[in-house]
C-alpha cells in the first residue's frame, strides 16, 4: 500500500490549508483512513477519520469545528480541511489507513508533510 500527502505549507495563524493524501495499493472503499500529527517534540497523535463510505468522521476535540476530514472514493483520496490554523496545529502530518472499531485503528502509513503555523 502507497500512501502519498501533499498540501503541506507554511500559514498564518486563522489561516487555511487542504491535505491530500493519494491512496493505492489497497481496497479504498474498504478502508476507514484517517490523520495523525506529531508536533515537535510530542508523541504523535490522532487527528480525524473516516469511515469507507465516507458517511461517518471523528476528530480530535480540539479540531472539532475548524478541521473537515472528506473522501473521493472516485479518486482513492482522502483530504484534511484545515480552516482557522492555530499555532497548535503546527506538526507533520500523517495519513493512514486503516480499521475503526470504536476507535480507529490504523494500518498503514504515509509519510509525513509538514504544516506550519505562525504570527
Known amino acids: 500500500v502507497q500512501l502519498q500527502a501533499s498540501g503541506g505549507g507554511s500559514v498564518q495563524v486563522g489561516g487555511t490549508l487542504r491535505l491530500s493524501c493519494a491512496v493505492s495499493?489497497?481496497?479504498?472503499?474498504?478502508?476507514?483512513t484517517g490523520w495523525f500529527r506529531r508536533a515537535p517534540g510530542k508523541e504523535r497523535e490522532f487527528v480525524a477519520a473516516?469511515?469507507?463510505?465516507?458517511?461517518?468522521?471523528y476528530y480530535k476535540d480540539s479540531v472539532k469545528g475548524r478541521f473537515t476530514i472528506s473522501k473521493d472514493n472516485a479518486k482513492d483520496t482522502v483530504y484534511l480541511q484545515m480552516n482557522n490554523l492555530k499555532h497548535e496545529d503546527t506538526a507533520t502530518y500523517f495519513c493512514?489507513?486503516?480499521?475503526?472499531?470504536?476507535?480507529?485503528?490504523?494500518?498503514?502509513w504515509g509519510q509525513g508533510t509538514q504544516v506550519t503555523v505562525s504570527s
Open positions: 493512514t489507513a486503516g480499521v475503526y472499531k470504536g476507535r480507529y485503528y490504523p494500518a498503514a
Open positions: 473516516i469511515n469507507p463510505s465516507g458517511s461517518a468522521s
Open positions: 495499493g489497497r481496497s479504498f472503499r474498504s478502508d476507514a
